[in-house]
T-cell receptor
Framework: AAGVIQSPRHLIKEKRETATLKCYPIPRHDTVYWYQQGPGQDPQFLISFYEKMQSDKGSIPDRFSAQQFSDYHSELNMSSLELGDSALYFC??????????????FGSGTRLTVV | TQLLEQSPQFLSIQEGENLTVYCNSSSVFSSLQWYRQEPGEGPVLLVTVVTGGEVKKLKRLTFQFGDARKDSSLHITAAQPGDTGLYLCAGGDQGGKLIFGQGTELSVKP
């Protein structure tokens, strides 16, 4: 069965550079969530999209932006990178918004290292 | 702000022992989900509990959702080295996003 695909798996950037992370949800999943997980931390919610519209926003810095495209894939754009942005970034998808009864399928994540 | 307190944070046991992980909150959640995460990988869903008092079993794993939908537990019977990993509870809010507990790092020694 198809899973959530994230790319790239690993990314190394220098401070003040820009990074773009991509997420391809499971087919027919219309909701995408982005989470950030620092070393030894639990995942923290960043932002979510439903039917290409932003549906909720968490602790996402103003330097970050995201969008969901017509094919439902999503991109997380991160500018003016800081050392503290180094983390695992996960994307998750689910078939229904506002029905958290369903579990989420997470991608394998993108490990971003800012040097 | 909804918070989930997960305990214990670390657990080291011998193969064959039983264990219970707890997830508590002062808030009511629409659902409670349990995930297992391997290093460098995304969380993998184990179970979702929705109804207060609900109990679900997955082989040697038993999940409970409190009557008031504020707490949950994961019980593992006869733990095996293959159970080693990070276990995360997560509460689903009405908006759909998940709020995670701090996780329980389980180590099962042969």
């Amino acid at each position: 069965a198809a899973g959530v695909i994230q790319s790239p798996r690993h990314l190394i950037k220098e401070k003040r550079e820009t990074a773009t992370l991509k997420c391809y949800p499971i087919p027919r999943h219309d909701t995408v969530y982005w989470y950030q997980q620092g070393p030894g931390q639990d995942p923290q919610f960043l932002i979510s999209f439903y039917e290409k519209m932003q549906s909720d926003k968490g602790s996402i810095p103003d330097r970050f932006s995201a969008q969901q495209f017509s094919d439902y894939h999503s991109e997380l754009n991160m500018s003016s990178l800081e050392l503290g942005d180094s983390a695992l970034y996960f994307c998750a998808s689910s078939p229904i918004l506002l029905t958290p009864n369903y579990g989420y399928t997470f991608g394998s994540g993108t490990r971003l290292t800012v040097v | 702000t909804q918070l989930l307190e997960q305990s214990p944070q670390f657990l080291s046991i011998q193969e064959g022992e039983n264990l219970t992980v707890y997830c508590n909150s002062s808030s009511v959640f629409s659902s409670l989900q349990w995930y297992r995460q391997e290093p460098g990988e995304g969380p993998v869903l184990l179970v979702t509990v929705v109804t207060g008092g609900e109990v679900k079993k997955l082989k040697r794993l038993t999940f409970q959702f409190g009557d008031a939908r504020k707490d949950s537990s994961l019980h593992i019977t006869a733990a095996q080295p293959g159970d080693t990993g990070l276990y995360l509870c997560a509460g689903g809010d009405q908006g759909g996003k998940l709020i995670f507990g701090q996780g329980t790092e389980l180590s099962v020694k042969p």
